[in-house]
Nanobody, 124 residues
Framework: QVQLVESGGGLVQAGDSLRLSCVASGPSFSHYGMGWFRQTPGMEREFVISISWDGGATYEADSVKGRFTISRDNAKNTVHLQMNSLKPEDTAVYYC?????????????????WGQGTQVTVSS
């Protein structure tokens, strides 16, 4: 069983940067693919970015390409989401997720564990 806790959300202005962190507790974090998703009220949970178990592969949504990056520190059981040039449309609750197969897929159905989410609000 893996427990995920996100942090780093907040209220920022358009153009600002924000760094989210997700700390995992439980065994074998280094085996898991990790992803970030986001959700706004009334909408489906949306894929943002992901990373494979060894950091060798990353995937990102077109909407965040060139602005968001993902990294992981397996020694600290942590994955980070660096968000630059934030836009009001990036406003959402951001969720961290873990994939036990290590791939970090784009589909939310490919993830086994989820955090509780952290709110990111970008004002114009």
């Amino acid at each position: 069983q893996v427990q995920l806790v996100e942090s780093g959300g907040g209220l920022v202005q358009a153009g600002d940067s924000l760094r989210l962190s997700c700390v995992a507790s439980g065994p074998s974090f280094s085996h898991y693919g990790m992803g970030w998703f986001r959700q706004t009220p009334g909408m489906e949970r949306e894929f943002v970015i992901s990373i494979s178990w060894d950091g060798g592969a990353t995937y990102e949504a077109d909407s965040v390409k060139g602005r968001f990056t993902i990294s992981r520190d397996n020694a600290k059981n942590t994955v980070h989401l660096q968000m630059n040039s934030l836009k009001p449309e990036d406003t959402a609750v951001y969720y961290c997720a873990a994939d036990r197969y290590g791939l970090g897929p784009r589909s939310s159905s490919g993830y086994d564990y989820w955090g509780q989410g952290t709110q990111v609000t970008v004002s114009s």
